[in-house]
């Protein structure tokens, strides 16, 4: 059975948007017949990465030495396939989901080349991810709000070396619900997230169809924003 990692950076957990499109995606991966680790990272207290003089490549390579609840996610990101990064937008991410990013850095070897005109690395041999999804949700209309945090994972997982597998992204994720009930639109991204968590374990990669109907616009521009400001006091 393949095997999975999904850190939700979401403050409100379970009860936050981001959640909303995260279940029903790990719910397709474990119809598929992947076993999924969950993890919160507001229930996680994890340092940010402060250690000086880079311990973890020049010290110890693949050893951190902060101790922390990054000790609880170490050995399950060596076993797992993919990786899942969910996180709401803010300016850019969480606090939380941003010091567990950084903490990434012991997965690394420490031997440098470069590709593409940029200076990467490439995972330790024991670390078998060999794809990285970004899972995200936001309140504003358009697909560009996305764009800082889409960099920023996928700039990692070239870094890395390995498979980006795209960005499945909500943008105004709250219209997916009117009075707390998903509308119908809600529940095609719902049955869309779901389709796209079997075919990535599947097929290797969830299709550009799935991409498209999770992100597509659930009510005009104009109208969003004249919602969202009226929400002003």
Not at 51 to 67: D, R, V
Not at 98 to 127: D, Y
Not at 133 to 148: D, I, M, Y
Request: charged share 25%; with cysteine; hydrophobic share 40%.
């Amino acid at each position: 059975m393949k095997k999975a990692i999904a850190i939700n950076g979401s403050p409100r957990k379970q009860n936050g948007h981001t959640a909303m499109l995260l279940d029903p995606l790990i719910q397709g991966m474990n119809a598929a017949g992947c076993d999924v680790d969950l993890f919160y990272a507001k229930d996680l207290k994890v340092q940010s990465c402060n250690c000086p003089n880079m311990y973890c490549w020049y010290n110890e390579p693949g050893k951190c030495c902060l101790n922390d609840d990054m000790d609880l996610l170490y050995p399950r990101l060596l076993e797992a396939e993919i990786l899942i990064l969910a996180t709401p937008v803010y300016i850019p991410l969480p606090g939380e989901m941003q010091n567990i990013i950084n903490r990434l850095c012991p997965l690394l070897k420490p031997l440098l080349e470069s590709r593409n005109g940029r200076t990467r690395a490439r995972f330790h041999e024991n670390v078998k991810i060999t794809k990285i999804l970004l899972v995200s949700t936001g309140g504003w209309w358009e697909e560009g709000n996305f764009g800082t945090v889409t960099r920023i994972v996928k700039d990692f997982t070239e870094t890395a070396s390995v498979e980006f597998s795209g960005a499945l992204i909500r943008p105004h994720a709250f219209m997916m619900k009117k009075e707390d009930e998903f509308t119908e639109d809600g529940k095609l991204v719902i049955d869309a997230t779901k389709r796209a968590g079997e075919e990535l374990v599947r097929d290797g990669k969830i299709s550009q169809s799935a991409f498209k109907t999770i992100k597509r616009p659930l009510i005009p521009e104009e109208e969003l924003r004249a919602v969202l400001n009226s929400m002003v006091k």
